[in-house]
């Protein structure tokens, strides 16, 4: 089991919260930072404050002179680099990741790209659609069903499971309703997996435990992943030992390819003892149906512990 410890955030430092935001996962944000918040407030961080972020963002962070952020944020201007620029610019130390691991991660294509340069980690066949491009040109080399995504989405927004050909161009369109650019991949008829990566009291990065998530509906979208009841999770998950440890090792070493600090979750799908690597999450969920916060309390790291953990994150220049 992981000590977490308070040893460098004085109990007295005014924290700003950093929650809801301008992104399509507000509404989720908002119960993220609710609970961050109240977990600081009982670990003794009496000055935390809940911050919710607008454009006058910059703003409200200079006339409340905080001492550090807590990043509640989810999505677009939230974890995709530009709150984390901001926080840069004002000298207001943060958790979790920096702005170039922030950025990079938002987008599945370019976080595919640069854990492509590591070759124990694997990742589905896909095809990159920019914004003009033929998308049946584009996929006429993978194999149906397929599974299309805005590159800068969370929560399971414009993605679609295409079965046939035919229904390809409609999938595309919806899409592109989040991005101009979409990722295709073929889709991996496994089971969907999760591991939570942190970092321990000398900034070591360490695996969670991982999370089985079987979901009520065909696939993990956002009413599986946000309503109480649609969806089993199962942790630790139903591997064996050496599958176990094989899965947390690629879960590192994809936050360590992409530079990751702090906090991450490494979303999997399982086939035939094979963890393909779908995306790295830099702002989990922090809510009471959030993967994250199961995963750790199943090896031994409660709610509050784990807000603190991530609170240890603080820093500049990631």
């Known amino acids: 089991m992981q000590e977490i410890k308070n040893d460098k955030i004085s109990k007295d430092a005014k924290i700003a919260v950093l929650c809801g935001g301008m992104s399509s996962e507000a509404e989720i944000s908002m119960r993220s930072g609710k609970g961050c918040y109240e977990a600081l407030k009982r670990l003794g961080f009496n000055n935390a404050q809940l911050v919710v972020v607008d454009k006058n963002i910059s703003e409200t962070l200079q006339e409340g002179a905080y001492d550090y952020a807590f990043n509640a944020l989810h999505g677009k201007y939230g974890e995709d680099g530009c709150i984390q620029g901001v926080l840069e610019i004002l000298r207001i130390p943060y958790t979790g990741c920096g702005v170039m691991a922030s950025s990079l991660c938002m987008n599945k294509e370019f976080t595919k790209r640069i854990l492509s340069t590591c070759p124990d980690i694997p990742m589905a066949k896909s095809a990159f659609v920019r914004k003009g491009e033929d ?16 590159v800068c989405e969370g929560s399971s927004f414009g993605m679609t499971k295409v079965d046939k050909k035919e229904d390809l161009k409609a999938a595309y369109e919806e899409a592109v309703k989040y991005n101009d650019d979409v990722l295709i991949e073929e889709f991996i008829d496994g089971f969907f997996v999760t591991v939570g990566v942190l970092e321990d009291n000398d900034g070591k990065p360490f695996a969670t435990e991982i999370l089985e998530i079987r979901p009520k509906n065909e696939w993990y979208d956002y009413e599986a992943k946000y309503t109480n009841g649609m969806s089993e999770f199962i942790v630790p998950a139903n591997l064996s030992k050496e599958v176990t440890a094989h899965v947390k090792e690629i879960a590192v070493k994809a936050f360590e390819t ?43 790291i409660d709610y509050d512990h784990l807000v603190l953990a991530i609170l240890n994150s603080v820093g500049l220049n990631k």
């Open 135 to 150: 998308v049946m040109d584009k996929t006429k080399d993978l194999t149906y069903p397929l599974f299309t995504k805005p």
């Open 258 to 300: 992409a530079g990751c600090r702090g906090v991450s979750r490494i979303d999997f799908m399982m086939k035939d003892n094979i963890p393909y690597v779908l995306e790295i999450n830099t702002s989990p969920g922090m809510t009471a149906t959030s993967d994250l916060p199961a995963q750790s309390a199943v090896m031994g």
